[in-house]
Nanobody
Framework: QVQLVESGGGLVHPGGSLKLACEVS?????MGWFRQVPGKERTFVAA????????SYADFVKGRFTIARDSVNNRVYLQMFSLKPEDTAVYYC???????????????????WGQGTQVTVSA
């Protein structure tokens, strides 16, 4: 059974950094990070392929966020630098159980979701 548990969210000042972690049980999967603010749809942030060889980022986080996989500890990380108030959201990790190709950026293609972790960027 696939289970995803996010951690690492919190309150940070603008310009600060946070590292989110997604603990993955049940195997190795194509993974993604999404975020959602109240009243808006969940949006794609970053993705990493099953192999870990490919990554993809939303334009608004390119150069600031990095997605990485730690296969030994079964975790996928989202390192966030230069955070802005508009990055404030609940961040979710997601897994696609069967796809062994490249990255997945479509929310609908993910089968499993974590419970989310709140990131607040404020002075």
């Amino acid at each position: 059974q696939v289970q995803l548990v996010e951690s690492g969210g919190g309150l940070v000042h603008p310009g600060g950094s946070l590292k989110l972690a997604c603990e993955v049980s049940g195997g190795t999967y194509a993974m993604g990070w999404f975020r959602q603010v109240p009243g808006k749809e969940r949006t794609f942030v970053a993705a990493i392929s099953w192999s870990g060889m490919s990554t993809s980022y939303a334009d608004f986080v390119k150069g600031r966020f990095t997605i990485a996989r730690d296969s030994v500890n079964n975790r996928v990380y989202l390192q966030m630098f230069s955070l802005k108030p508009e990055d404030t959201a609940v961040y979710y990790c997601a897994a696609n159980r069967d796809f062994r190709g490249g990255v997945i950026i479509e929310e609908s293609r993910y089968d499993y979701w974590g419970q989310g972790t709140q990131v607040t960027v404020s002075a």
